[in-house]
C-alpha cells in the first residue's frame, strides 16, 4: 500500500469520522426518568486505544490497516439532569478528551455537547422518548488539529425498552434505538481538488442493548452490545451533490461490565471491544463512571438524587 494510499483513508477518518468512537449520547442513557424536581449528576471516564483501522475499497471489501503509531485518548463527559416533571427529564452531556499518543501534538479540549428530554410513553411496559440536539462548537474549545469536534450540528429521535424478564428486582433487557440526522456545514473534503464545501453527511442509524442479571441487591453485571451505521457523506459543486469515497461508516462494539449501587458508592465499568467495522478505527476501551456532581449542588436548585443503575431513576 502506496503511502498516498494510506493518508487518504487516514484523513477520511479523522475529518469525518463522527460515527467511530465512543458516543456519550447511549454510555449511560436513561430508561426511567427522574421525579419532578429532582437532579442528578455523574462523571465518566476511560482510556480508548485503536492501533488499526477498517477501510472499504472500490469493490466493498473491507481490509484491516495498522496505524504507524496507536492512537490513545483520555475519555471523559460530564452528565447533568433535571426533573421537569413527573414525566420529564432535561439533560446536558458534556464530552472532554485528551490525546495521549497518535499525534505529533498533545490534543484535549471540549467536544460537542448534547441536550436530551427523555419522557414517558409507558411505564408498564417502560417505554421512553427522546429527543436530542447536539451543536457545534467547531474545535474552538480544542487544541486538537484537524478537532475532534464534529462542525455538523445534530438532532436526533430515539426511543428505549426497559423489558423485565422476572419478577421486581430480576433479571432485564435494557434497548435503545434511535435516527440522527445531521445539518449541512462547511467542512474540509479530503482527497478531492477543492480543500471545503458545503457537506452533508447520511443519515445514521444507531442503538444498543443490555442484558442486565443482578447478582445481589447492590451488583449486577451487564452484556450486550453498540452498533452504528451511517451513510455516505456528500459535497456541493457546481454539478450537484458528489458523495465521498469513504465515507460511509459503521461499526459494532460488544460491551460488558457491572454496575455497583449501595448507598455510598454508584459505580458503573464497561469494557468495550469493536468486533467489525466499515472505514472506522478498531478500538477498545473501559469506561468508568460513578463520580456523582450533583445539579443541586452546582446550582442549589431542586432535591439532589443520584440516577442508579445506568440512569435509572429511583422510584
Same mark, same amino acid.
Given at each position: 500500500?502506496?503511502?498516498?494510499?494510506?493518508?487518504?483513508?487516514?484523513?477520511?477518518?479523522?475529518?469525518?469520522?463522527?460515527?467511530?468512537?465512543?458516543?456519550? !449520547?447511549?454510555?449511560?442513557?436513561?430508561?426511567?426518568?427522574?421525579?419532578?424536581?429532582? %437532579?442528578?449528576?455523574?462523571?465518566?471516564?476511560? =482510556?480508548?486505544?485503536?492501533?488499526?483501522?477498517?477501510?472499504?475499497?472500490? *469493490?466493498?471489501?473491507?481490509?484491516?490497516?495498522? $496505524?504507524?503509531?496507536?492512537?490513545?485518548?483520555?475519555?471523559?463527559?460530564?452528565?447533568?439532569? =433535571?426533573? !421537569?416533571?413527573?414525566?420529564?427529564?432535561?439533560?446536558?452531556?458534556?464530552?472532554?478528551?485528551?490525546?495521549?499518543?497518535?499525534?505529533?501534538?498533545? #490534543?484535549?479540549?471540549?467536544?460537542?455537547?448534547?441536550? %436530551?428530554?427523555?419522557?414517558?410513553?409507558?411505564?408498564?411496559?417502560? =417505554?421512553?422518548?427522546?429527543?436530542?440536539?447536539?451543536?457545534?462548537?467547531?474545535? $474552538? *474549545?480544542?487544541?486538537?488539529?484537524?478537532?475532534? %469536534?464534529?462542525?455538523?450540528?445534530?438532532?436526533?429521535?430515539?426511543?428505549?425498552?426497559?423489558?423485565?424478564?422476572?419478577?421486581?428486582? #430480576?433479571?432485564?433487557?435494557?434497548?435503545?434505538?434511535?435516527?440522527?440526522?445531521?445539518?449541512?456545514?462547511?467542512?474540509?473534503?479530503?482527497?478531492?481538488?477543492?480543500?471545503?464545501?458545503?457537506?452533508?453527511?447520511?443519515?445514521?442509524?444507531?442503538?444498543?442493548?443490555?442484558?442486565?442479571? +443482578?447478582?445481589?441487591?447492590?451488583?449486577?453485571?451487564?452484556?450486550?452490545?453498540?452498533?452504528?451505521?451511517?451513510?455516505?457523506?456528500?459535497?456541493?459543486?457546481?454539478?450537484?451533490?458528489?458523495?465521498?469515497? #469513504?465515507?460511509?461508516?459503521?461499526?459494532?462494539?460488544?460491551?460488558?461490565?457491572?454496575?455497583?449501587?449501595? +448507598?455510598?458508592?454508584?459505580?458503573?465499568?464497561?469494557?468495550? /471491544?469493536?468486533?467489525?467495522?466499515?472505514?472506522?478505527?478498531?478500538?477498545?476501551? /473501559?469506561?468508568?463512571?460513578?463520580?456523582? /456532581?450533583?445539579?443541586?449542588?452546582?446550582?442549589?436548585?431542586?432535591?439532589?438524587?443520584?440516577?442508579?443503575? #445506568?440512569?435509572?431513576?429511583?422510584?
Amino acid at each position: 500500500m502506496s503511502s498516498r494510499r494510506a493518508l487518504f483513508p487516514l484523513a477520511v477518518i479523522v475529518v469525518l469520522g463522527v460515527c467511530n468512537g465512543w458516543d456519550p !449520547l447511549y454510555y449511560n442513557g436513561l430508561t426511567r426518568v427522574l421525579r419532578s424536581t429532582e %437532579s442528578s449528576g455523574d462523571f465518566a471516564i476511560g =482510556y480508548l486505544s485503536a492501533g488499526s483501522y477498517w477501510e472499504t475499497d472500490t *469493490l466493498g471489501f473491507d481490509s484491516l490497516y495498522e $496505524y504507524r503509531e496507536a492512537r490513545s485518548f483520555l475519555q471523559a463527559a460530564w452528565t447533568g439532569r =433535571y426533573g !421537569l416533571t413527573s414525566s420529564h427529564t432535561i439533560s446536558l452531556v458534556v464530552p472532554m478528551y485528551l490525546q495521549l499518543s497518535g499525534s505529533e501534538e498533545t #490534543g484535549l479540549g471540549i467536544t460537542d455537547p448534547w441536550i %436530551s428530554l427523555d419522557g414517558w410513553m409507558s411505564r408498564a411496559p417502560h =417505554y421512553l422518548i427522546r429527543g436530542a440536539f447536539r451543536p457545534s462548537f467547531k474545535g $474552538y *474549545l480544542e487544541s486538537a488539529n484537524p478537532p475532534r %469536534s464534529d462542525p455538523h450540528m445534530a438532532a436526533e429521535i430515539a426511543a428505549s425498552f426497559e423489558f423485565p424478564l422476572g419478577g421486581r428486582g #430480576g433479571s432485564r433487557f435494557d434497548l435503545t434505538g434511535g435516527l440522527r440526522h445531521y445539518f449541512t456545514a462547511w467542512d474540509r473534503i479530503p482527497g478531492t481538488q477543492r480543500d471545503s464545501s458545503e457537506t452533508s453527511p447520511g443519515l445514521e442509524l444507531r442503538g444498543c442493548g443490555f442484558m442486565v442479571a +443482578p447478582v445481589n441487591p447492590e451488583l449486577s453485571v451487564r452484556i450486550g452490545g453498540e452498533f452504528a451505521t451511517r451513510g455516505k457523506t456528500s459535497y456541493e459543486t457546481p454539478g450537484g451533490s458528489v458523495s465521498i469515497r #469513504g465515507s460511509n461508516q459503521s461499526y459494532f462494539d460488544l460491551r460488558g461490565g457491572f454496575m455497583l449501587d449501595n +448507598p455510598d458508592l454508584d459505580l458503573t465499568v464497561d469494557v468495550y /471491544i469493536r468486533l467489525s467495522g466499515e472505514n472506522v478505527d478498531k478500538e477498545w476501551g /473501559i469506561m468508568l463512571s460513578g463520580i456523582g /456532581i450533583d445539579l443541586g449542588d452546582v446550582f442549589s436548585v431542586g432535591t439532589g438524587g443520584r440516577s442508579s443503575e #445506568g440512569g435509572r431513576s429511583r422510584e
